[in-house]
């Protein structure tokens, strides 16, 4: 090769027949000449080049002084750089005189994806080799800068390109027929002769140790195409350079329901069981599955399940794929690479059934058949389940949900009580559910927010999480503290004669604020989006135990979207994000959101369609209420507070309608109006 060349001196020898001298260069440092030959005769003058150096012959040229020009480290490094980039090695991560590791290009690092590549890079950056250490890929070579070398390497073991595969025969593999010692063992098993003898199973002796092997004998159309073996101590290993196919693929040749299994054993087993149609994998099961969201390799790539693609002709036409592989992590992460590459809508999977301390599973068919027989083997084939696909199921797989709901086993899924009397006939609060709560300005909104979650904590024991803009948190801390203590924060005019809450009281309620609310505030100057108070609202459900969050209000919120979206799009996005998130954290989202400007207000509530953004807020949300205050003296009592209930998409918790609640200014609490009366 020219790079191997090239790590050595070469020597160049006068090509005129006069002269014996030799000349060395060296790969490090190119030679040019600064002025062109002239010709002392006719006839041309006779040029050799060779990895990049000129030579001229003495006999017809003046040679002149060679000029030598220094190659810098950063033309070196740009240079090697370009060369590894060609071979798909990443060299950015890699350190000139250190050992780095990386993944391997040629077989991804296998199955654990394994930083197996070691590369070495030159101090002066002249020259890189490598090597991958999995047996199985053994991939290396060496590139250098200058001097107009070539990478070499040497390909991967396992890549399949051009590569010939070794033809064998039963006579030249000297296999034999099993002796009555293994047929034994196999009877042991559960597997009778004649499944071994249709199988071809054959067994191979050691000419030095005598020592006999099973030999697995792999057939496609009646030829031989592979062998794998197993010795007593139930080591395995196959013929080298044969192609990977199925173990009994010309048993699935003309069927469109096949069974995988993961040993050739279980092969035989489901024999015995009656299924004819099985076939195994020949190289059993990775440790663990890729990540769900890994594409699926190329062919070319996928070294692994090489003997997928091998087989893929069998595998078209086939309409259900039972996959019963071995019950532990191993196997089921080979189902789970089989689906992926089979298609998971065509794919069913078994369950081994429970061993007698009802906590173990049998792990495989052929224990199934040793211990249990082949119609609790059959059963198990006809018991197996569709292969679950992500994002679609049946109802089935909620049956245990459903009948916590029909059976009220959870008390909170039909809804909690508001806690007052007349509101609870139109609304209750269900977790998991988005609430949109709006009103004119200046209406108690949020007031009434903060009403209703002293409420939730009181009778329910709620915690909440507190994304509130608008409120000072002194401020915030006040009115709750005094729906909480039911006394003024202050000696003041709107607190009238109440008295005001002690000293003793004070230090209770901030014990009590401490441990009932969790607040999501954004410490500088920027405003936070919502994705931004999702994840904190997510952090305080997983530690604090959070049930409820209030986001308000939505126009305080950093609403930053991408040009060719527009704010309807955007506001549809945002709330399906924020339902999403209720639902899978099962809290409750009070969501509060002005209207916008109301050129013909008539001092009446305003609709659900008046919020300012999009429509979205009344079609996306679980519930809609409006608050709205009284203003008018003539048209009534000033503390009269209209709760109207415009949407309740769940029946069970509630209906459309309107409560009414008397507000006391003193200690900002809500009342039924009946029970204000009562007090009156």
């Known amino acids: 090769m020219a790079s191997k060349q090239l790590l050595k001196s070469t020597t160049f020898t006068n090509p005129s027949p006069s002269s014996s001298q030799t000349h060395l260069f060296h790969s490090h440092r190119l030679v040019f000449s600064a002025f062109p030959p002239k010709s002392t005769s006719k006839a041309r003058p006779f040029c050799l080049r060779t990895n990049g150096y000129s030579y001229a012959s003495r006999a017809t040229v003046k040679a002149p002084k060679p000029v030598d020009l220094e190659i810098t480290d950063e033309q070196r490094c740009e240079s090697l750089t370009k060369k590894l980039k060609e071979i798909v090695i990443d060299d950015e ?64 073991k396992n890549s399949t390109t051009n590569k010939t595969k070794r033809e064998i025969t039963v006579e030249s593999l000297g296999l034999e027929p099993l002796c009555e010692e293994v047929l034994a063992f196999f009877s042991e098993r559960g597997i009778s002769r004649e499944t071994v003898a249709r199988n071809k199973v054959m067994q191979k002796r050691c000419s030095i140790t005598d020592q ?38 010309d048993d699935i040749k003309d069927t469109n329901d096949i069974i995988i299994v993961e040993g050739e054993m279980d092969k035989l087993a489901m024999e015995e069981a009656g299924y004819r149609n099985c076939v195994s994998v020949p190289d059993g099961a990775p440790p663990k599955a890729s990540p769900p969201d890994k594409d699926v390799p190329t062919e070319e790539q996928d070294t692994k399940y090489q003997f997928l693609w091998n087989c893929k002709e069998y595998l078209k036409k086939e309409s259900r794929i039972i996959l019963a592989t071995d019950g532990d992590g191993p196997g089921q992460a080979l189902a789970e690479e089989l689906a992926r590459r089979l298609g998971r809508e065509r794919c069913w999977r078994v369950s081994w059934p429970k061993k007698n301390n009802q906590v173990e599973h049998f792990k495989d068919a052929n224990e199934v058949l040793m211990y249990l027989g082949p119609d609790v083997l059959k059963e198990v084939i006809e018991n197996a389940e569709l292969y679950p696909i992500r994002g679609l199921f049946r109802f089935q797989d909620y049956f245990d949900e459903i009948n916590a709901y029909y059976h009220r086993t959870y008390k909170h899924d039909c809804g909690v009580k508001t806690g007052w009397r007349d509101l609870d006939e139109l609304y209750n609060v269900v977790p998991g559910e988005l609430t949109i709560v709006t009103g004119v300005p200046n209406s108690g909104k949020s007031e009434w927010i903060d009403a209703l979650l002293c409420n939730l904590y009181e009778s329910h024991g709620w915690k909440f999480a507190l994304c509130s803009m608008e409120n000072k948190v002194r401020e915030h801390a006040r009115k709750l503290l005094e729906k909480h203590i039911q006394k003024p924060f202050f000696d003041g005019r709107y607190g009238g004669p109440a008295e005001r809450m002690s000293v003793e009281e004070f230090e209770q309620g901030k014990q009590w604020l401490n441990e009932t609310f969790h607040l999501i505030r954004c410490e500088d100057d920027s405003l936070p989006n919502i994705k931004w108070v999702l994840d904190l609202a997510r952090a305080a459900v997983l530690r604090h135990g959070v049930r409820g969050l209030v986001i308000d209000p939505y126009n305080e919120l950093d609403h930053q979207r991408p ?75 000033l503390d009269k507070v209209q709760v109207c209930v415009r949407k309740v998409r769940n029946k069970v918790a509630g209906t459309i309608g309107d409560a009414y609640l008397t507000y006391d200014r003193a200690t900002g609490r809500y009342m039924d109006i009946a029970k204000a009366n009562e007090g009156k």
């Open 93 to 156: 991560i890699c350190e000139p005189a250190q050992y780095g590791h990386l993944i391997c290009p040629m077989c991804k690092g296998g199955d654990s994806e394994e930083k197996s590549l070691s590369i070495f890079i030159e101090k002066d950056w002249s020259y890189a080799t490598w090597q991958c250490h999995r047996r199985k890929c053994d991939w290396k070579g060496r590139t250098m800068a200058f001097a107009g070398s070539k990478s070499s390497y040497k390909k991967s």
């Open 212 to 249: 006999i092997s099973i030999a697995f004998t792999y057939w496609r159309n009646g030829k031989l195409i592979s062998c794998k073996y197993r010795d007593i101590n139930k080591k395995f290993w196959q013929e080298k350079d044969t192609e990977r196919i199925f173990y009994g693929l």
């Open 563 to 637: 040009p060719n979206q527009t704010e309807t799009e955007y506001v549809s996005q945002m709330l399906t994000n924020v339902k999403r998130f209720a639902q899978h954290h099962a809290c409750h989202v009070w969501f509060v959101a002005h209207p916008r400007q109301l050129h013909h207000w008539v001092g009446g509530p305003p609709n659900l369609y008046d919020i300012s953004g999009s429509a979205h807020f009344i079609n996306k949300c679980d519930n809609g209420i409006v608050i709205h205050r009284n203003r008018d003296p003539d048209a009534g009592e």
